[in-house]
Nanobody, 122 residues
Framework: VQLQASGGGLVQPGGSLRLSCVGS????????YGWFRQAPGKEREGVSF????????YYADSVQGRFTISVDNAKNTVYLQMNNLKPEDTAVYYC????????????????WGQGTLVTVSS
């Protein structure tokens, strides 16, 4: 299983970015994708999750209403649309997958992408 994340960059406060994570080497009818982030000096935290069950998504309170997660199963790709970005969103963002039900525990994810840096600054 391999995951490749992309789409990070430098953006001004209030701006938008869309992260992508392309997966390969697996095919499963049961999955949960997660986007996590890790800011300097802080622990990795869950940002948003999506599973194969229709309508099954989760957002951390800090991003609710600003971020949207989606998945294209035909492409094994999960996206994170990030709008109205704030300086506190600055972090390395990681995608991950587990072949099971949704959980927000970082330790429960089987495979991880390499991370993509998002910097929100004027």
């Amino acid at each position: 299983v391999q995951l490749q994340a992309s789409g990070g960059g430098l953006v001004q406060p209030g701006g938008s970015l869309r992260l992508s994570c392309v997966g390969s080497g697996y095919r499963s009818s049961v999955y949960t994708y997660g986007w996590f982030r890790q800011a300097p000096g802080k622990e990795r935290e869950g940002v948003s999750f999506i599973s194969e069950r229709p309508g099954s998504t989760y957002y951390a309170d800090s991003v609710q209403g600003r971020f949207t997660i989606s998945v294209d199963n035909a492409k094994n790709t999960v996206y994170l649309q990030m709008n109205n970005l704030k300086p506190e969103d600055t972090a390395v963002y990681y995608c991950a997958i587990r072949f099971g039900s949704m959980t927000y525990d970082v330790r429960s994810y089987d495979s991880w992408g390499q991370g993509t840096l998002v910097t929100v600054s004027s």
